[in-house]
């Protein structure tokens, strides 16, 4: 049972343009939503962030958008770069569990230049 | 400031051998999780450690064990290896238990044959 779901397994983007991530959720215990970008060989690197709270946090090119009554949230990479190209998984969080990460499948992007 | 070490990096065992894998959380952390990844998935939750505690435990069977040093440096343990056990094994460090973020080693990837 897929508790985090990424329904796109790759994105395909040109460089300049924006990218955009999605990931649905169905535990509505989850309170605080984190995106990862992973590289091959590499452990995932933290990008960014949102608290339940919010319905919106931005941090550069990236913003993550949250719709809690869709149960919906999304990353936004405004201009994607050629760097960007990896693999960005969506976790999930609450505080009942001592905030254990749930992961999606994640969503390989692919920026071209 | 060094980030989350694992080693080793690489590991080829047989099928019923044993392993350990090590981490060394950033400085000032003091909880460590663990997780599995499996090609193509999203990593999974296996423990979480804090004041060499065990606060969290993912559905692995008791093969799996864990503990962490008064350093609060972490090993995982793994007896009777599977060839299923093949996977990028992840270690996550963060301030307490329950932080909101965790940042993430390079993992070890263990190959059973």
């Known amino acids: 049972d897929q508790q985090v779901k990424q329904n796109s397994p790759s994105l395909s983007v040109q460089e300049g343009r924006i990218s955009i991530l999605n990931c649905d959720y169905t535990?509505?215990?989850?309170?605080?939503f984190l995106w990862y970008k992973k590289y091959p060989a590499e452990g995932p690197t933290f990008l960014i962030s949102i608290s339940s709270i919010k319905d919106k946090n931005e941090d550069g090119r990236f913003t993550v958008f949250l719709n809690k009554s869709a149960k919906h949230l999304s990353l936004h990479i405004v201009p994607s770069q050629p760097g960007d190209s990896a693999v960005y998984f969506c976790?999930?969080?609450?505080?009942?569990?001592?905030?254990?990460?749930?992961w999606g499948l994640g969503t390989s992007l692919a920026v071209n230049p | 400031d060094a980030g989350v070490t694992q080693s080793p990096t690489h590991l080829i065992k047989t099928r019923g051998q044993h392993v350990t894998l090590r981490c060394s959380p950033i400085?000032?952390?003091?909880?460590v999780s663990w997780y599995q990844q499996v090609l193509g998935q999203g990593p999974q939750f296996i423990f979480q450690?804090?004041?060499?505690?065990?606060?969290g435990r993912g559905n692995f069977p008791d093969r799996f064990s864990a503990r962490q040093f008064p350093n609060y440096s972490s090993e995982l343990n793994v007896n009777a290896l599977l060839l299923g056990d093949s996977a990028l094994y992840l270690c996550?460090?963060?301030?307490?238990?329950?932080?909101?973020?965790?940042?993430f080693g390079p993992g070890t990837r263990l190959t059973v044959t």
């Open positions: 996550a460090s963060s301030l307490v238990a329950a932080a909101f973020e965790q940042y």
């Open positions: 400085s000032g952390h003091k909880s």
């Open positions: 450690y804090y004041e060499k505690e065990e606060r």
């Open positions: 535990n509505s215990m989850f309170d605080y």
């Open positions: 976790a999930a969080s609450d505080a009942g569990n001592n905030r254990k990460l749930i």
